[in-house]
């Protein structure tokens, strides 16, 4: 059973910083890109930050130069670490590990709350 399992999230007030885990477990094999997603309430998924297998990163424009995408290959496990946090970050994030090549997979973790609010 493949699980991923997000932690980090919280209350942090405007221009604080936070850091995202996802831990996977199970067998999670062949993955092509590690993402993070956030969903606010009425609003569209969006895809925040990307790191492929060969550690290619890609951001959001909204949170370029503010978030950070990493992973830990050896514990399936990958990173945000956001900093200079503002409101408009207030969102649920969400870890995806996705498989393209040889067969489209998703992986998808529960979700973790963010709120920045003074």
């Known amino acids: 059973q493949v699980q991923l399992v997000e932690s980090g999230g919280g209350l942090v007030q405007p221009g604080g910083s936070l850091r995202l885990s996802c831990a996977a477990s199970?067998?999670?094999?062949?993955?092509?890109?590690m993402n993070w997603f956030r969903q606010a309430p009425g609003k569209q998924r969006e895809l925040v930050a990307s790191?492929?297998?060969?550690?290619?990163?890609s951001y959001a424009d909204s949170v370029k130069g503010r978030f950070t995408i990493s992973r830990e290959d050896a514990q399936n496990t990958i990173y945000l670490q956001m900093n200079s946090l503002k409101p408009e970050d207030t969102s649920v994030y969400y870890c995806?590990?996705?498989?393209?090549?040889?067969?489209?997979?998703?992986?998808w973790g529960q979700g973790t709350q963010v709120t920045v609010s003074s």
């Open positions: 790191i492929s297998s060969s550690g290619s990163r």
């Open positions: 199970g067998n999670i094999l062949r993955i092509d890109v």
């Open positions: 995806n590990f996705r498989r393209v090549v040889g067969g489209f997979r998703d992986y």
